[in-house]
């Protein structure tokens, strides 16, 4: 009685049903993990995408975005995926290791693995954890993400991906670029857990190489930073892009640990960066950065829940998105502080510079605060770029279009420079200069 | 070098008139004050010789170096040599006070067809003359003018100025905000750049500010007029006197 009515299918979501029916015997995992798959597919199958109804998605309705369902990327070779990385920039000069993951798939050959073996970081294949005994731990969904759309896609579908793994107090001495690469085209569906023991530090640059087509990308990075550990994530996503964008964050934060990421995201038509972050121990401090650049029709929505469960931890969000043309921008966070978390103190703010008439934003900071002692903030602007700024950087000589470029540069730096991750920072001013003069 | 002819300007977005048929001539090597009470249009005058988009010229026009100075972008009349110090400069989060002096002095340096500086040049440089007037070394680490007090940017303006080296200053109330130690270390920034090859419009309220840097010629600004030329004394007797006689004769 109970059963809600059958949807109509778009094609989209029929393309989704039947490419799970054809994958499904070929995905890994234990039972437990198809059991999963199955139930998430049959979320997928009985609500559909989501859309402008499911509140999470009011703004970003992937629903009427998807028009198909490409098939999942088949298995790329290490050569062809090495001829992608090789005509691919992502941070340039910089000295870092390389985990590489191709169409879906862990792909160890051109992967850094032995190098981060002696600093103290395991790598393994996703898939086998997927077969092992605790195969849907690996799965596992927080509560505060629901019934996400984008998490039940990636649980159906999910290809592979890595399990990265830093032992107890390892200072890794380079930041780790973890790669996804797309040789030809077709959906890319991955999942990687990230575990930083107890006091250790690691960098991770998360980047996207390749053209998935009309694809969609789904990638979730699950991070468990143990207590003491620091973690610093930067998601870099750059560059036009016609299939769907879709990440997840799942983070734990255990006590006396920081964790700071910057999700940065300029091109692609439809892109959203979620992020489901809880506190799990005491005197931690998340800071959660958001750079956003879109233009033409795109779309670009950082949506991210953060979660104190726990007192005395600090969080600091702060996003800035940049609009031309007629784009959209989407900024939707959420602070939780529970009953017992006393002396939180989280400061959420985001700012929107519309560069385009027909660009719009929508911006909705929300604390939902149970405790009594705690000192939370949030703040939301939307702006045109300023007359005045831009006549006194034209009166000393600089052209308009240039002025325009600092001026933006300047609005975004604020956001970089505050996330304060050296071995980004440039890289990131370059990729803004870029978006700028494309 | 600046002819200005029976200008005459409203604000753009309401048509309020501010400046009614303004005359003014300047040649190279000259230093001109123009004083006025408030609302008298001294500011506009600034602004629509820099190009703000904000004033609306009705009549008249402005040569400058022998070209229509009113057909130029901002930029490219800041390229041409003209230079506003402005009453109240701008603070710029995120721009770095260095980097922005790079920019600036490397864009017109391009414009006027030039090589760009060298860093160790461009750095040798602005260490020179940041040195002359008292700006710290952390003052241009900061954001532009971001937590500078009023005397700071004032400073950070003439700074601006001597290393972009314009043939027209145009000072629009450098003095207003300042003490008597940033007065006169303003004023001896400025007196540094007249030169026989470069002119000065001072605008002004105030005497004082004329003590520091003498003009050859002083004009009354009333009602969007220039109603009064003298010398360097006409400044004293306003001071003495007041605007009202002026203020008068324009009504």
């Not at chain 1, 670009?300 to 953060?306: H, K, P, S």
């Not at chain 1, 909705?364 to 703040?379: Q, R, S, W, Y």
């Not at chain 2, 905000?177 to 920034?189: H, M, N, Q, T, Y």
Request: one cysteine or more; hydrophobic letters at 45%; proline letters at 3%.
């Amino acid at each position: 009685m109970n059963a809600p009515t059958p949807i109509n299918h778009t094609q989209a979501e029929a393309g989704l049903v039947a490419r799970f029916d054809a994958v499904r015997p070929s995905l890994a995992g234990s039972i437990a993990v198809t059991a999963l798959r199955d139930a998430a597919a049959e979320q997928i199958k009985a609500t559909g995408l989501p859309h402008r109804r499911v509140e999470e998605y009011k703004y970003t309705d992937l629903r009427a975005f998807m028009k198909s369902a490409a098939p999942l990327a088949a298995p790329a070779t290490s050569a062809e995926a090495k001829s992608v990385l090789d005509g691919f920039e992502s941070y340039g000069a910089l000295d870092r290791y390389r985990i590489v993951i191709a169409n879906g798939t862990f792909n160890a050959d051109l992967s850094d693995v032995d190098a981060l073996a002696a600093e103290g970081v395991t790598v393994t294949d996703f898939n086998d954890g997927l077969a092992g005994e605790n195969g849907s731990e690996l799965l596992a969904t927080p509560k505060m993400a629901g019934q996400d759309g984008t998490l039940a896609l990636n649980t159906a579908f999910v290809q592979g991906g890595v399990v990265i793994s830093v032992k107890d107090g390892a200072d890794v001495s380079k930041p780790v670029e973890l790669v996804q690469v797309a040789v030809g085209e077709g959906a890319q569906v991955s999942r990687n857990r990230i575990v930083v023991a107890k006091g250790a530090t690691f960098k991770l640059l998360e980047t996207f190489a390749g053209d998935t087509g009309a694809g969609e990308t789904n990638v979730v990075f699950d991070y468990d930073v143990a207590d003491g550990a620091k973690l610093a994530a930067t998601r870099l996503m750059a560059g036009k892009a016609e299939g769907a964008k879709l990440f997840t964050t799942l983070a734990r934060i255990g006590a006396d640990a920081e964790f700071k990421a910057l999700g940065f995201l300029a091109g692609p038509a439809f892109a959203r960066n979620q992020q489901f972050i809880s506190f799990t121990g005491e005197n931690s401090e998340a800071k959660i950065y958001g750079v956003t650049m879109a233009r033409d029709r795109d779309l670009a929505d950082q949506t991210l829940i953060v979660d104190h469960a726990v007192p005395h931890c600090n969080s600091r969000e702060f996003f800035k998105t940049v609009l031309d043309d007629e784009a959209r921008g989407v900024y939707q966070g959420r602070i939780n502080v529970a009953p017992h978390a006393q002396k939180t103190d989280g400061e959420m703010m985001t700012q929107a510079l519309l560069l385009g008439e027909g660009a719009e934003m929508a911006n909705k900071p929300e604390l939902e605060i149970f405790a009594d002692d705690v000192l939370c903030a949030h703040g939301a602007t939307c702006g045109e770029m300023d007359a005045d700024l831009l006549f006194y950087l034209r009166a000393r000589g600089i052209p308009e279009a240039e002025a325009r470029t600092l001026l933006v540069l300047a609005f975004l730096s604020e956001a970089i420079e505050e996330f304060d991750e050296d071995t980004v920072t440039e890289e990131l001013g370059a990729r803004v200069r870029a978006w700028l003069a494309a | 070098m600046l002819e200005i002819k029976n200008l005459h300007a409203r604000i753009a977005e309401d048509g309020t008139e501010i400046l009614r048929g303004i005359d003014l001539k300047v040649n190279a090597g000259e230093v001109h004050a123009v004083m006025g009470p408030n609302g008298s249009g001294k500011s506009t005058l600034s602004y629509i010789l820099a190009g703000k988009e904000d004033y609306e010229v009705t009549e008249g026009e402005i040569i400058f170096h022998g070209e229509n100075l009113l057909d130029m972008e901002p930029d490219e009349r800041a390229a041409a040599g003209v230079f506003l110090a402005f009453q109240y400069p701008i603070e710029i989060p995120g721009v770095a006070t260095m980097e922005f002096l790079k920019t600036a002095m490397n864009a017109q340096r391009k414009a006027r067809g030039q090589a760009e500086l060298t860093i160790p040049d461009f750095m040798k440089l602005v260490r020179a003359k940041a040195a002359d007037l008292n700006v710290t070394m952390d003052m241009l680490k900061r954001p532009l003018n971001v937590g500078f007090s009023g005397g700071e940017k004032k400073r950070a303006e003439i700074l601006q100025m001597s290393l972009l080296e314009p043939s027209l200053c145009v000072l629009d109330e450098t003095d207003s905000g300042l003490d008597i130690d940033a007065l006169r270390i303003v004023s001896e920034g400025v007196n540094k750049l007249r030169s026989p090859e470069r002119a000065m419009i001072v605008i002004t309220h105030y005497q004082r500010l004329l003590d520091h840097i003498v003009p050859d010629v002083v004009h009354v600004l009333s009602k969007g007029k220039i109603v009064k030329t003298g010398g360097k004394e006409l400044a004293l007797e306003l001071e003495k006197n007041g605007y009202a006689d002026y203020v008068g004769e324009a009504a």
